[in-house]
T-cell receptor, first 112, second 112 residues
Framework: GENVEQHPSTLSVQEGDSAVIKCTYSDSASNYFPWYKQELGKGPQLIIDIRSNVGEKKDQRIAVTLNKTAKHFSLHITETQPEDSAVYFCAASIKGTYKYIFGTGTRLKVLA | SQTIHQWPATLVQPVGSPLSLECTVEGTSNPNLYWYRQAAGRGLQLLFYSVGIGQISSEVPQNLSASRPQDRQFILSSKKLLLSDSGFYLC???????????FGNGTRLTVT
């Protein structure tokens, strides 16, 4: 079945450094890849997404890259700040459905 | 703009008691609706999704059921709760195919 692997499960960085979270998906037909940030006690919030016809997308300090051949996509956060500390989830669409497969999450800690 | 409401925020229920969690969406028509469960420190497990009134797809056999009595209302129920039903329950919606999932703020259910 469809699967999304996400690494690392935890990540600690110093404030101002960059953070990279990587995901690999199994279904080559997946064509939409959102990223979510979940703060403690809240629902996940969409932070950026990318479609399969684009290789990279940026929004201020956040960027996502997609390698369709390798079935990899990554989240890049530059100049990290303490408020970036949260759990981040990647997801991939399942072609022909309205469903998404989520990664297992990465707990990011930005150390001041 | 669209908003999603989910209640209650927290709930403590004894084993064997019934459950009803409600979710409503405002500002959109005919949304696709979802119920997810998140165990502590874990990923997101899709429980049910609905593409229209009365249309419910169950993803995981379990002690729970879902109903969609109105276009923008999604209800998660159980006749008799088990200890294993404890978790963080999230309602979500999407509009068009391959569009972002928008999550509510969740209900933390503790079954004692």
């Amino acid at each position: 079945g469809e699967n999304v692997e996400q690494h690392p499960s935890t990540l600690s960085v110093q404030e101002g450094d960059s953070a990279v979270i990587k995901c690999t998906y199994s279904d080559s037909a997946s064509n939409y890849f959102p990223w979510y940030k979940q703060e403690l006690g809240k629902g996940p919030q969409l932070i950026i997404d990318i479609r399969s016809n684009v290789g990279e997308k940026k929004d201020q300090r956040i960027a996502v890259t997609l390698n369709k051949t390798a079935k990899h996509f990554s989240l890049h956060i530059t100049e990290t700040q303490p408020e970036d500390s949260a759990v981040y989830f990647c997801a991939a669409s399942i072609k022909g459905t309205y469903k998404y497969i989520f990664g297992t999450g990465t707990r990011l800690k930005v150390l001041a | 703009s669209q908003t999603i409401h989910q209640w209650p925020a927290t709930l403590v229920q004894p084993v064997g008691s019934p459950l009803s969690l409600e979710c409503t969406v405002e500002g959109t028509s005919n949304p696709n609706l979802y119920w997810y469960r998140q165990a502590a420190g874990r990923g997101l497990q899709l429980l049910f999704y609905s593409v229209g009134i009365g249309q419910i797809s169950s993803e995981v056999p379990q002690n729970l059921s879902a109903s969609r009595p109105q276009d923008r209302q999604f209800i998660l129920s159980s006749k008799k709760l088990l200890l294993s039903d404890s978790g963080f329950y999230l309602c979500a919606w999407t509009g068009l195919y391959n569009s972002p999932l928008h999550f509510g703020n969740g209900t933390r259910l503790t079954v004692t």
